[in-house]
């Protein structure tokens, strides 16, 4: 296994913001995740498992581990029914290829989540979504390397609790398993309406009645361009801040003095407000703060367009979460993970 010392990190996360890892390497099977985890360990080295680094952020300084980065391919088609195919991918395999190749056979449960950066085995640690379709919703189990026990463990769906862009790999269970495969079951048939309400409307636009897997990835590929800037052009994580989870009590109040704030119940009186929508309302949407850009199309996103390094970044968060709570009473909460 190849071994490379003091690599600037940068280069593999897509917000382009990041020191120095001590090593890098690359594992391309669960063999090679078991030396690399028992080496680590043996040598008091920490390490940390990278997909595509499109949902992480790195400090400025060294971080004095060894960075893995997760290069376990394969695809297999492990079952069919007459109502159902069901798909086993290596971790290492990028996400949208996956949603791509089984779009166009025709299968649905991951159409609207087209174009999401990213590998396939990290996209379970924040539940992907996008209009309306989660990865739980099609996720069976997974394989992994548990690094409590050094065993490859299945986990089933329930196993890995998901919720909204949470399961236990970023809470609970944090750092201690690292994903081999993941199981998918798709179904055969066709996308069926009601849509998310910007997906529908976009369909509804372009005079699109018959719907198909193609054609919803299509749509969604389409609304995204707009939305979401393009990495390799304008550096960026996707939604830097997660959407609110606000108490009933707090929206009640809020919609009071801001009667149009959009409110979606999730049940158990909590709502989910759009932080786009909060931080818009301060008047940040398309400022520059710290060489950080605000997207103009969404206020979710920051791009880096001239931060000097993760102080410029965390200072510009800090600038966002401050106007939003100092406005709202509304704490958010960054989506990206932060290598350490
Ligand atoms: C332009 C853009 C648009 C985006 N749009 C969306 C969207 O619509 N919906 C959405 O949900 N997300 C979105 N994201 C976020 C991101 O694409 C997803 O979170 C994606 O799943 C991250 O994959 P990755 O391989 O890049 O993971 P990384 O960024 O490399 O890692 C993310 C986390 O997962 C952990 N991890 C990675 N691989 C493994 C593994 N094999 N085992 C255990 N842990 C692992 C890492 O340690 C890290 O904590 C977007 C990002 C960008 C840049």
Same mark, same amino acid.
């Given at each position: 296994?190849?071994?490379?010392?003091?690599?600037?990190?940068?280069?593999?996360?897509?917000?382009?913001?990041?020191?120095?890892?001590?090593?890098?390497?690359?594992?391309? &099977?669960?063999?090679?995740?078991?030396?690399?985890?028992?080496?680590?360990?043996?040598?008091? /080295?920490?390490?940390?498992?990278?997909?595509?680094?499109?949902?992480?952020?790195?400090?400025?300084?060294?971080?004095?581990?060894?960075?893995? =980065?997760?290069?376990?391919?394969?695809?297999?088609?492990?079952?069919?029914? %007459?109502?159902?195919?069901?798909?086993?991918?290596?971790?290492?395999?990028?996400?949208?290829?996956?949603?791509?190749?089984?779009?166009?056979?025709?299968?649905?449960?991951?159409?609207? @989540?087209?174009?999401?950066?990213?590998?396939?085995?990290?996209?379970?640690?924040?539940?992907?979504?996008?209009?309306?379709?989660?990865? &739980?919703?099609?996720?069976?189990?997974?394989?992994?390397?548990?690094?409590?026990?050094?065993?490859?463990?299945?986990?089933?769906?329930?196993?890995?609790?998901?919720?909204?862009?949470?399961?236990?790999?970023?809470?609970?269970?944090?750092?201690?398993?690292?994903? @081999?495969?993941?199981?998918?079951?798709?179904?055969?048939?066709?996308?069926?309406?009601?849509?998310?309400?910007?997906?529908?409307?976009?369909?509804?636009? %372009?005079?699109?009645?018959?719907?198909?897997?193609?054609?919803?990835?299509?749509?969604?590929?389409?609304?995204?361009?707009?939305?979401?800037?393009?990495?390799?052009?304008?550096?960026?994580?996707? &939604?830097?801040? %997660?959407?609110?989870?606000?108490?009933?009590?707090?929206?009640?109040?809020?919609?009071?003095?801001?009667?149009?704030?959009?409110?979606?119940?999730?049940?158990? =009186?909590?709502?989910?407000?759009?932080?786009?929508?909060?931080?818009?309302?301060?008047?940040? %949407?398309?400022?520059?703060?710290?060489?950080?850009?605000?997207?103009?199309?969404?206020?979710? /996103?920051?791009?880096?367009?001239?931060? =000097?390094?993760?102080?410029?970044?965390?200072?510009?968060?800090?600038?966002?979460?401050?106007?939003? &709570?100092?406005?709202?009473?509304?704490?958010?909460?960054?989506?990206?993970?932060?290598?350490?």
């Amino acid at each position: 296994m190849d071994i490379r010392t003091n690599i600037p990190l940068k280069q593999y996360l897509t917000m382009q913001i990041g020191g120095t890892a001590r090593f890098v390497t690359e594992v391309h &099977s669960a063999e090679d995740v078991r030396t690399i985890v028992t080496n680590s360990r043996k040598e008091g /080295v920490p390490f940390y498992i990278l997909g595509g680094g499109s949902n992480v952020i790195a400090p400025d300084g060294r971080y004095n581990g060894i960075v893995i =980065r997760n290069c376990i391919m394969g695809y297999e088609e492990i079952a069919e029914d %007459k109502d159902t195919v069901t798909v086993k991918l290596g971790a290492g395999e990028v996400w949208d290829d996956f949603v791509k190749r089984v779009t166009r056979e025709n299968l649905i449960g991951v159409e609207a @989540l087209s174009a999401i950066p990213g590998t396939c085995g990290a996209a379970p640690v924040q539940n992907i979504g996008a209009y309306g379709q989660e990865i &739980s919703d099609t996720l069976t189990e997974l394989e992994a390397f548990d690094t409590q026990t050094d065993e490859i463990v299945t986990l089933s769906n329930d196993d890995c609790k998901f919720r909204y862009r949470n399961s236990i790999f970023r809470t609970e269970e944090q750092g201690r398993y690292i994903i @081999l495969t993941v199981t998918m079951r798709l179904y055969k048939g066709s996308p069926m309406p009601p849509f998310y309400s910007v997906l529908e409307n976009h369909l509804k636009e %372009k005079n699109i009645t018959e719907y198909t897997a193609t054609n919803i990835r299509e749509a969604v590929i389409e609304i995204r361009a707009n939305r979401l800037p393009n990495p390799a052009e304008k550096p960026n994580a996707g &939604s830097f801040f %997660k959407n609110s989870m606000v108490d009933k009590w707090l929206v009640d109040d809020l919609l009071q003095k801001y009667p149009d704030m959009p409110h979606f119940d999730m049940g158990g =009186r909590i709502y989910k407000v759009p932080t786009g929508w909060l931080i818009e309302q301060c008047g940040l %949407k398309g400022k520059l703060l710290h060489g950080i850009r605000v997207n103009p199309a969404n206020a979710l /996103v920051l791009i880096n367009e001239s931060a =000097r390094g993760y102080s410029d970044l965390a200072q510009a968060r800090e600038a966002i979460s401050k106007a939003v &709570s100092e406005k709202f009473h509304i704490h958010i909460e960054q989506e990206p993970l932060e290598l350490a």
